[in-house]
């Protein structure tokens, strides 16, 4: 098993409102939050993970949320010159901010591009201001427009922008729409999936009466498919479209079964050594994070992940991507042998869920990607 590439995620969890979909690990306060107590639980904990990077080189960083933006430019400057005292970057490191639009919610982005930041994504969601107001959001279309601008104008020319499918009440026209409206913008990546009712959500709890059925979501899927292709927007994962080169490494790294260290509450990691692969999480709740780490606890356990469950992660997020996985990746992350993939991948192959091309490489096919929970589960350990 060879040593994968590394990330870094680093968790800011506040927002100025919880949305009713949103599962993440985000938390009510805006202004309210202390910002400075948790900066320091940060840089702590920043120091902390140096020591398990040891010399390894960090090739991206995500800054995710919550909302990060509601941290002012300074206050994420300070954050990142922290990480370079920590780590060794890559000359060409990404750093992703993620940030939502209009004025409460994102400061200056010239600021944020000073601070370090050369990749802004944006949670737009729809261009449809009845839409945003029923997912919550506290933006408008105009707002999305105009920090999208704004940004450009500061100097970025990687930026991405969310948008969600399979609204209440939404249509296919509707949908369709707000591609367009995205693709005027010029964003280098479009992040582009469908709304799913998760639990411990206010959606799942009270579903709302108008989502649409299977086939209409599927109708939905397959035009912005196609329409994204036309505009020049090569899909490589189940919910990521890019322009040539622009691919977002943070995510791909996690597709590809990468090792990322964990910085924040609620964030979670993945480090490969002479002992295994491990997974470990830090505590989810930002108080008790904070408590912890100001108590010198390190505040993780570290969970090996076994031989035969490592088969599964590894299918589980490298059968996301459209172009699917070397045999050479598959043996370098699992520690399998070649010998072995014919016989992992022979059920999957036989119900026409994946197929190996001329250049040594499985992917999902196009009934795999429909149907890619029943893919992901064919190599469950008790499945195989």
Known sequence: ???????????????????PYCDFNSHTAGNDAPRQR?????????????????????????????????FDPEEIAG???????????????????????????????????????????????????????????IHTSADIRRTVEEARDAGFDNINLDLMHGLPGQSAREALADICSAVELGPAHISWYQLTLEPNTVFFARPPADMPDEDRAYEIQDRGQSLLDAQGYEQYEVSAYARAGKVCR??????????????????????????????????????????????????????????????????????????????????????????????????AREKKLVIRDDRSRWRPTVLGRRFLNDLQSEFLPEQR
């Not at 140096?50 to 995500?62: E, L, M, P, T």
């Not at 045999?327 to 992992?344: K, N, P």
């Open 1 to 19: 098993m060879n040593i994968p590439p590394l990330s870094l995620y680093v968790h800011l969890p506040w927002c100025v409102r919880k949305c």
């Open 38 to 70: 948790y900066l320091d639980a940060l840089r702590h904990d920043l120091e902390r993970e140096s020591g398990r990077a040891s010399d390894r080189r960090i090739d991206n960083i995500f800054l995710g949320g919550g909302t990060p933006s509601l």
């Open 79 to 137: 954050l990142l010159q922290r990480v370079r005292d920590c780590f060794t970057l890559a000359d060409d490191v990404e750093i992703t901010m993620e940030a939502n639009p209009g004025t409460v919610e994102c400061g200056d982005p010239a600021g944020y591009r000073d601070a370090g930041i050369n990749r802004l994504s944006v949670g737009g969601q729809s261009f449809n201001d009845e839409h945003l107001k029923r997912l919550g959001r």
């Open 250 to 347: 943070h995510n791909l790294n996690y597709w590809e079964f990468g090792d990322y260290l964990a910085v924040g509450a609620g964030a979670h990691g993945k480090i490969t050594g002479s002992e295994g692969v491990h997974r470990y999480a830090k505590p989810s709740n930002p108080l008790q994070y904070m408590q912890t780490i100001e108590a010198g606890d390190i505040g993780v356990e570290f969970i090996p992940i076994a031989p035969d469950e490592l088969v599964f992660e590894f299918m589980l997020n490298a059968l996301r991507l459209v172009d699917g996985f070397s045999e050479r990746l598959f043996c370098d992350r699992t520690g399998r042998d070649a010998a072995e993939i014919e016989a992992i991948m022979g059920p």
